[in-house]
């Protein structure tokens, strides 16, 4: 008879990589189906590009820079490009789209060693290569129309961010809007209840843990307050903050990232505190209208350093 | 809300599917082999030589030193040979061979099912009991008892805990031992409680078992100090220093025993022992093991003689399944994979489990994705990863400062990793590797 035999212990809860991937996809389908409805044709169009395009230069990279088996189902590559075109206007040209994803992917993800292995998001080196490289197109967004079957051809107009950057006293969509998601912006942060629906999902299932999201929520919402409780008529109020841009999307789904964020709940707090604090400062003096996707890729930069400065809470404390 | 640990913890499937099973005893078989190193510590040394004949409870090996234990022998027979046998730690260790001949007691031994409650005896008579009669933990850890309950100079004890959370998966050995022997159990926790000069104690049982905690709840209504405390089920209760923190929430520092916060952690199935030890007795020649496994006809709780082989047990339960892949000595979580199944039950086998071949594969293992789920669940409040990435570096200075020597080798992180990395393998060779380089600095 052939018994195993190995060190303990012999059973296995049954997660995988690729469970927890899938997770997070499915958290983000409210977010998409609310894409769907205010941008229409554009935002299935860049959302199968991107997630197409990282599919395939996953495989390339894999089997041809690195020779090794490709790992295209394992759910990363996908969640990359769903991420990455959630970040990107819904008119963007098909051309950028594939650049964006051959940079998250070649850049971002393979050139560290692949996943688990890459100190940025890759979806969040992706969009800001565009931004910079592209900013024209990549700062003019869509107007929401219903089930519109327009793709680049539609009528664009600015987000709430730029709309208090600037200054002109242009009025700003209504809560109810910023709520559902009925306004211009990047084709996946629009909805704010469908990506709180897709936070919770998460806890729910145990995929992430509320530290990261709350934190950077709860910084932003501070910040934000006391430069309101200044000076009102300068400031935007900190619930408009909350509803705009990519925060939501960035808080729940692209500073949760694992691979990217530290390991230790305290760690975790440091870091959201830093999203926080580095966001609403871009927002409020620096030149971007947004500040999200640099204040995650700035604190990526840093989870290295918080774990290893900042333990887990140690038994017997100490 | 139930009480329980403050740092970490899983919940792996309960599947106690002997629950509920009565006590079987089980025959001595034709021949025993008994380990002379069923405990930690110094192994005992044999008092018996081949053809002498030996009866039940009779001495067979004695204590060698502080850290030892008394060995009798469970079976009436013949010493046939003293050799080395292979035993549950997997290594081929000195054995006393007896082949086996009717059932004669020593007649020092109470032998019948009366129930005692009061005896008079003293805290230094109760140890003495204790240390004659060989016990020794019986949750696994397989400390003599008596060295627990003689506390250093200068610490004292505040309150007895005993261990009944039973909170590895499939095994239902104290729950059964609760529900069929409860006034033993309190009595021998009495026992304890006037060796170490206590007036509280505590039960602590997982809130899986209901039926057990209701019952002992009723009985210990006539004990004096003794409570029974329902527990969350939640994995690992029943370590020493995560079930002290749940019960009196003082967490033992590093390296510090539980009589450092007044605390003494005894298992619900020594508390038995004590009792017959003292009350009857009998010395530590049987105990109940729990055989099990989904595959398995009929899972039971067996009374079996020390130094019984596993397959007897195995049998016992049904026969070995169709496509078993592996059989674990004690349960899932911490239990030991053994490599045959002629090994005999000692003093801490508190389960034999059955996996199939499906179960008892590993998944391939991928890279870390710094998930954290490993030091969420990390009950010691250490970082899994970081010490897997220490011990495959070498990197000792690393694995230290992070803490490796506090691992309790729990499994929560293996079991929970997405990734399906065998974080606790690295972990122990990197803790012994560090616990040896301390040695060598201190020396």
């Given amino acids: ?318 | 809300m139930l009480k329980t640990f403050r740092i970490g913890g899983i919940h792996p499937p309960e599947n106690k599917l002997s629950a509920g099973k009565k006590i079987t005893p089980l025959a001595p078989p034709e021949q025993v082999i008994i380990p002379l190193s069923q405990h930690i510590g110094a192994p005992a040394a044999a008092v018996v030589k081949k053809g002498d004949p030996v009866r039940v409870g009779s001495l067979v090996g004695k204590a060698n030193g502080f850290v030892s234990a008394n060995i009798h022998s469970s079976v009436s027979g013949k010493v046939s040979k003293i050799d080395d046998a292979l035993d549950a730690s997997g290594y081929r260790r000195p054995a006393i061979f007896i082949d086996v001949e009717g059932d004669e007691w020593e007649e020092s031994i109470d032998r019948t099912e009366t129930f005692v409650r009061e005896k008079a005896v003293t805290a230094e008579q109760i140890i003495q009991r204790i240390t004659e009669a060989g016990i020794v933990g019986l949750g696994g850890a397989t400390f003599p008892t008596q060295v627990k309950l003689t506390p250093p100079p200068g610490s004292k004890a505040e309150i007895l805990i005993i261990n009944a959370a039973e909170c590895e998966p499939y095994l239902t050995a104290d729950h059964t031992l609760m529900l069929e022997k409860g006034e033993e159990v309190l009595t021998g926790t009495s026992l304890l409680m006037k060796a170490i000069h206590v007036t509280k104690a505590v039960i602590g049982i997982e809130n899986n078992k209901k039926d057990a905690i209701s019952h002992l709840q009723r009985l210990a209504a006539n004990y004096k100090g003794i409570e029974v405390m329902a527990l969350k089920t939640q994995y690992p209760q029943g370590g020493e220093k995560q079930l002290i923190d749940s019960i009196i929430r003082r967490q033992v520092k590093s390296g510090a025993l539980p009589i450092s916060v007044g605390a003494v952690v005894q298992n619900v199935g020594t508390a038995f022992a004590v009792y017959e030890a003292v009350m009857k007795n009998k010395p530590l020649i049987e105990r109940i093991v729990t055989v099990t496994g989904k595959a398995v006809t009929n899972a039971s709780n067996f009374r079996v003689r020390i130094g019984t082989p596993i397959q007897k047990l195995i049998d016992a339960a049904g026969g070995l399944p169709e496509g078993t892949g592996k059989i674990i000595g004690g349960g899932p979580m911490m239990g030991k994979a053994l490599i045959s199944t002629d090994v005999p039950v000692a003093k801490g086998s508190s389960g034999v489990l059955i996996l199939s071949e499906e179960e008892a594969r590993r998944k391939p293992m991928m890279d870390c994705i710094r998930c954290a789920k490993c030091v969420n669940v990390c009950p010691m409040g250490i970082n899994p990863t970081t010490l897997m990435t220490a011990t495959e570096f070498t990197n000792w200075e690393l694995a230290e400062k992070n803490h490796i020597t506090d691992c309790i080798e729990c499994g929560s992180c293996t079991y929970t990793c997405p990734a399906n990395r065998p974080l606790l393998d690295y972990i122990r060779l990197g803790k012994g590797k560090v616990m040896g380089i301390i040695r060598s600095r201190k020396a």
């Avoid at chain 1, 197409?52 to 230069?57: D, G, P």
């Avoid at chain 1, 079957?149 to 664009?156: A, F």
């Avoid at chain 1, 211009?184 to 992430?208: P, Q, T």
């Avoid at chain 1, 305290?266 to 999203?275: C, L, R, S």
């Fill in chain 1, 1 to 318: 008879m052939n018994l195993y035999v190995s060190p303990s212990p012999h059973i296995h809860s049954g997660d995988s990589i690729s469970k927890n991937m899938y997770g997070v996809l499915i958290a983000l389908i409210p977010a998409f189906l609310v894409s769907l409805y205010f941008f229409g044709l554009g935002a299935l169009v860049v959302t199968l590009v991107s997630v197409a395009s990282c599919l395939l230069f996953e495989f390339l990279i894999q089997k041809f820079l690195m020779k090794k088996e490709p790992t295209l189902w394992d759910g990363s590559a996908i969640l990359t490009g769903v991420l990455l075109a959630f970040n990107l206007p819904s008119n963007l040209p098909v051309w950028i789209i594939v650049i964006g994803a051959l940079v998250a992917i070649g850049i971002g993800k393979m050139s560290f060693g692949g996943l688990g292995n890459n100190i940025f998001n890759p979806a969040l080196v992706g969009r800001i290569f565009l931004l910079i490289s592209f900013p024209a197109q990549m700062t003019t967004w869509p107007v929401p129309e219903v089930m519109s079957m327009n793709y680049t051809d539609v009528e664009t107009g600015a987000t709430i961010l730029t709309l208090i950057k600037d200054g002109t006293g242009a009025e700003l969509p209504s809560y109810v809007q910023m709520l559902t998601g009925d306004r211009a912006g990047s084709l996946g942060e629009v909805g704010a209840i469908a990506l709180v629906l897709g936070l919770l999902f998460m806890l729910w299932r145990k995929i992430i843990t509320w530290h990261i999201p709350v934190s950077i929520l709860a910084t932003v919402a501070a910040f934000t307050g006391i430069m309101y409780a200044v000076d009102p008529t300068q400031y935007a109020n900190p619930l408009v903050h909350l509803l705009s841009g990519g925060l939501l999307l960035g808080a729940i789904f692209m500073a949760t990232d694992y691979v990217t964020s530290p390991l230790s709940k305290a760690g975790m707090i440091v870091y959201g505190i830093g999203i926080g604090l580095l966001t609403s400062v871009i927002r409020l003096w620096g030149s971007y209208p947004e500040g999200m996707s640099f204040a995650i890729f700035i604190m990526n930069a840093f989870t290295p350093l918080i774990n290893s400065y900042i333990k887990p809470k140690h038994f017997g404390g100490n």
